[in-house]
C-alpha cells in the first residue's frame, strides 16, 4: 500500500502494467527501456480514459542521444489538417520540457494556461467537447497573455 512517501522499487514491466491498471496514483515517474516504456507509456494514458492527453519522454540517463518528449498517441496523419487532432497532449510535452530543461515557472505557467483554458469550455471532441484544435490552441495562447497581465 502506498503511503504518500517517494519510494523506488523494481519490478518486470508485466508487474508495472497490474500497478498502472490498479493503482496508478502511487506512481509518478516510470525509467524504463523504450519498447517496454512505450507499451506502458499507452496503458498508463488509460486510467483517464483519453490515451491522448499524456505526454511520454524517452530520457537517456547517460546523454549520448537527444531527449524525444512527445503526445503518447504520436503522429496522426489519417487526421492532419482536420482541426480535430488534440493539442493538450502537445502542450503537456511542452510542459515536460520545461521540466526536463530545469524551467520550473514556464511548465507551471504553461500548464496553468492548459488548465485555465479546458476548465472554461476548450475541450476537444475526444474530451467530450466541440472545439477544433485551432481554438484550443487560441485560447491556451490567451490564458498565457491574461496570466502575463
Known sequence: MWNGTR?????LADAL????????????????????????????GAPGA?????PTANIDPEQLYPVTIEPIHGSAFDIAGKG???????????VQTFEHRG???AADRLLES??????????????????ASREITNAVHEAIREAAR
Open 7 to 11: 519510494s523506488r522499487d523494481k519490478m
Open 17 to 44: 502494467s497490474v500497478r498502472i491498471k490498479l493503482k496508478p496514483e502511487c506512481l509518478d515517474t516510470t525509467v524504463a527501456a523504450n519498447f517496454p516504456a512505450d507499451i506502458l507509456s499507452d496503458l498508463a
Open 50 to 54: 483519453v490515451l491522448a492527453l499524456a
Open 114 to 131: 492548459v488548465q485555465t483554458a479546458t476548465t472554461s469550455g476548450a475541450m476537444i471532441r475526444d474530451l467530450g467537447g466541440t472545439v
Open 103 to 105: 524551467d520550473r515557472e
Open 84 to 94: 480535430i487532432s488534440n493539442t493538450v497532449a502537445t502542450f503537456w510535452a511542452i
